[in-house]
């Protein structure tokens, strides 16, 4: 008799395990229920951005095919949510529409619950009445105000964007930036506001942050740094609606802690997020204060072990959830190799091509999760920590390189061998390069300008077969190959291996590669 998988979220790590799974799946050893609150199955959260900007439909962003997967033993129960889990039953509670439906049993479940957005609570004017604080819940929000970071929401904004409604963006960290971009991208009349001095002040130096400053006001965004939100503006009329007419206050400005009045349809809110992790903790298993159910290096809750959680709601060996897609797709292939573990049908294993045993998916100790931006009009990547004193004789080595006129800069700082940080704006391929090097935390010495030679090469570093492309599918560069044949489009080669479907990194490397004229056989 099959083993049953239960998994608690539907969304791209989960995609992604179903895909890891796959081979037990198909042989029958493994069957499998994937429960998802939304109401379509997984897709490419990511690129929720261009769906909102009308560059493709939400469709085409899908990860999962349901039909297909139901002939090999995986249900998709979408709009539905998981209300309670009962561990010593091995049983979870489904809730639809509000009301308790059924149970639905298990031999190992998987949480992949992601993490939701965390949105402040704003004083509200106009037709509820000045002062009335509205609660962060969708449900008593003024329509208009949002995350991004579901599909429904994507959709909404795309229809105020096609009505040439004002947007605001609340927030200067990557999905802020991402988000202004690609509504700037469009023509959308899009404002930026940040309470630090300069966007992605986190993860940007000082000289690189007041570049992508410059970036961002060239792109057509508004930018008004050190500035929040002090109060929304409703209204009820129904001239002053960017959406549906349902007689609910909607959005149609708000006031700057600055004192500037903004005219705004929509506010899309990004500012920061919280691992969901609720159903964990009521269940007793262990959550970190700030959110994250704690998993070991395979994905297992050590309080339970038919339990693991991946994903933004994971907490791998107790460190907060990164929020990247890479080590997602990273834990949902350590989970995939420990069920099938556990159910009795271990994965071979894998051999290269020169029969070498591939590496599992344990990270070097000194890796950096490489943060893309991801935007069709700038290239921005870094990882680690760039700001260092280049003139402090017992501090690490920095090398720095700009262009402010060419929308170009390039820092890089090490330890010797050892890579502690960099940025690159304006520097794809250099970029690409280097969030390769951030995996392993090496970057070999060297003359750190060849780098620059990168921009102006005719093609790429060449990259053997074995060697990986995608680090997010870990397909590699022969398998990116083959997929290439017959496909016109980034997407079509990722439905065929997985790359480029991640954190954009590769997108650029498989764009090359589509743009290059097939070899023909000789006779």
Do not use: N
């Amino acid at each position: 008799m099959s083993s049953h998988v239960v998994v608690v979220g539907c969304g791209p790590v989960a995609a992604r395990l179903v895909q890891e799974l796959r081979p037990a799946l198909e042989s029958g050893a493994v069957r499998m229920t994937v429960v998802g609150a939304e109401p379509v199955p997984a897709y490419q959260r990511i690129r929720l951005g261009d769906v909102a900007s009308g560059r493709i439909r939400g469709g085409d962003l899908s990860m999962l095919d349901p039909g297909e997967l139901a002939a090999i033993g995986v249900g998709i129960r979408t709009g539905t949510t998981v209300t309670g889990l009962d561990r010593a039953r091995r049983t979870v509670r489904l809730g639809r529409g509000g009301l308790d439906e059924t149970t639905l049993g298990y031999d190992r479940l998987v949480l992949a619950t992601g993490a939701e957005a965390v949105i402040p609570d704003f004083p509200v004017s106009g037709a509820v009445g000045r002062g009335i604080s509205v609660a962060a819940s969708a449900g008593r929000r003024p329509v208009g105000v949002m995350a991004l970071r579901e599909m429904s929401e994507a959709e909404q904004l795309g229809r105020a964007v096609r009505a040439g409604r004002p947007v605001v963006v609340l927030g200067g960290g990557v999905l802020g930036v991402e988000a202004a971009l690609a509504l700037a991208e469009v023509g959308a009349p899009v404002t930026l506001l940040h309470r630090g001095h300069l966007p992605l002040g986190r993860q940007l130096d000082p000289d690189a942050g007041r570049l992508l400053l410059r970036q961002l006001t060239g792109a057509g965004v508004q930018v008004r740094p050190d500035c929040g939100v002090q109060e929304l503006e409703v209204s009820a009329r129904a001239e002053d609606r960017a959406t549906a007419a349902d007689g609910v206050p909607h959005l149609v400005g708000l006031r700057t802690t600055q004192g500037r009045r903004i005219p705004a349809a929509l506010l899309v809110a990004c500012t920061g997020v919280r691992a969901r992790d609720r159903l964990a903790a009521d269940a007793g298993l262990r959550t970190l204060p700030r959110g994250g159910v704690v998993v070991d290096g395979d994905g297992r809750c050590p309080d339970d072990p038919a339990v693991f959680a991946i994903g933004d709601c994971a907490a791998p060996s107790g460190a907060r959830p990164s929020g990247l897609i890479g080590p997602g797709w990273d834990q949902a292939r350590a989970t995939a190799l420990a069920l099938r573990e556990d159910l009795g049908c271990p994965a071979a294993v894998e051999l290269d091509a020169a029969g070498r045993p591939v590496p599992g998916p344990e990270a070097s100790p000194r890796r950096l999760d490489p943060l893309v931006v991801k935007s069709h009009s700038l290239s921005v990547a870094c990882a680690g920590d760039p700001d260092a004193d280049p003139w402090d004789p017992d501090g690490p080595s920095v090398s720095t390189w700009a262009d402010p006129g060419a929308g170009q800069y390039l820092r890089i700082v090490t330890d010797g061998e050892r890579m502690l940080g960099f940025v690159a704006i304006g520097l794809p391929r250099s970029a690409a390069e280097l969030s390769r090097h951030a995996l392993t935390g090496v970057l070999p010495a060297a003359d750190r300008s060849a780098l620059l030679a990168l921009e102006h090469a005719a093609g790429d570093r060449a990259l053997g077969p074995e060697d990986v492309l995608c680090r997010c599918s870990g397909a590699t560069a022969g398998q990116v190959g083959d997929a290439v044949a017959g496909c016109a489009t980034v997407d079509e080669v990722g439905d065929r291996c997985g790359a480029g479907t991640g954190c954009g990194t590769c997108r650029g490397r498989i764009e090359e590669m589509l743009a290059r004229p097939p070899v023909d056989s000789l006779a």
